[in-house]
């Protein structure tokens, strides 16, 4: 039993004395840790960047959701009639619009406005004043400019571009012309109408001799919906539409929340009581008061201006319906 004994006591202390030269050969020398503490005194030991810890940094929610900020100095308004503070998105659209649109009826002209409309009001957002605003607040003439924008979006590929066949104005070479934004030729206001625009307003503040001040601008989404309404309504009624009043309506009424059947039936009735002087004043201000593109594109093609009528091939649903197919058939 002693003989065990001995021979374990033996045996652990051979173990002790492996374990002490290990760690012998791992100490460190004394003049190395002298220098390690000189520096450490001197500097520190270091900052520790936070920034490469913690949850990652959100994307902001537009590039997530693909809504664009849309330039207002690109449209016909210029952003103008617009509050001071005015941000206009758009994004692509999405199958079940391009589904809606494709229902258009070509030959009706309130389904065709109905379709165009419904695309503004999905793929667009607009802020003004601090506050959410509709897509009825966008100007009508405006939207040409957003529609080809969307469709950009929803279609980025080269061999989807709307083309138009133009010439060129000095050698007259037949040439080809892109339906887009940078092609469109916005028209503008008048200078002899342009010095009444009010800033503060937001609009024209006109003085006149014998319709005394008058408050114009060009109409809204919203503002063209509701005489829509209004002339449907008619129709239905089987009533006698006076289409000089449709005519100046759009440019006389500011805001469309104020318009309705009853209201717009009551401004038809103080209408008829103008006279001619003053009608007539009211109808050449509304016509020298369009806003839009010209009925004509503009590019320069090999270095020599071309131009091509403003149309679209395949008819308006080419917006958002592929017309050639030769493209995705194999």
Request: negative net charge.
């Amino acid at each position: 039993m002693s003989d065990e004994l001995n021979k374990n006591e033996e045996e652990m202390a051979r173990a002790l004395d492996a374990k002490d030269g290990i760690n012998k050969t791992i100490e460190t020398p004394a003049e190395d840790v002298s220098e390690m503490e000189a520096v450490i005194d001197s500097t520190g030991l270091g900052r520790v960047n936070m920034q490469n810890f913690g949850p990652a940094k959100p994307e902001k929610s537009d590039d997530i959701l693909g809504w664009h900020v849309l330039d207002l100095n690109e449209l016909p308004s210029k952003g103008k009639f617009y509050p001071a503070d005015t941000v206009l998105k758009i994004r692509s659209a999405k199958a079940a619009e391009i589904r809606h649109f494709s229902t258009m009826d070509d030959n009706n002209y309130i389904d065709m406005e109905e379709k165009l409309n419904h695309v503004v009001a999905s793929c667009s957002q607009m802020t003004g004043n601090g506050k959410k605003l509709s897509y009825k607040d966008i100007l009508e003439e405006d939207r040409i400019i957003l529609l080809l924008s969307i469709r950009d979006l929803t279609f980025p590929e080269p061999e989807n571009k709307l083309i138009l066949k133009g010439k060129t104005e000095k050698t007259k070479k037949s040439v080809e012309i892109e339906l887009s934004v940078k092609n469109l030729v916005p028209t503008e206001i008048v200078a002899e109408i342009e010095k009444y625009y009010d800033a503060k307003e937001r609009t024209y503040v006109i003085q006149t001799k014998s319709a005394g001040e008058v408050h114009m601008k060009p109409p809204t989404i919203g503002v063209m919906e509701e005489v829509t309404s209004y002339l449907r309504d008619r129709q239905e009624k089987e009533i006698e539409i006076d289409k000089a009043f449709i005519q100046i309506l759009p440019y006389t009424v500011s805001d469309w929340r104020q318009l309705s059947l009853t209201k717009i039936f009551s401004l038809e009735v103080d209408y008829k009581a103008w006279d001619d002087r003053k009608y007539m004043i009211m109808y050449r201000l509304a016509e020298k008061m369009r806003i839009g593109v010209q009925t004509e594109l503009y590019a320069e093609v090999d270095g020599e201006p071309a131009k091509a009528p403003l149309d679209f091939p395949g008819g308006i649903k080419s917006l958002f319906i592929i017309s050639d197919l030769s493209g995705e058939l194999l």
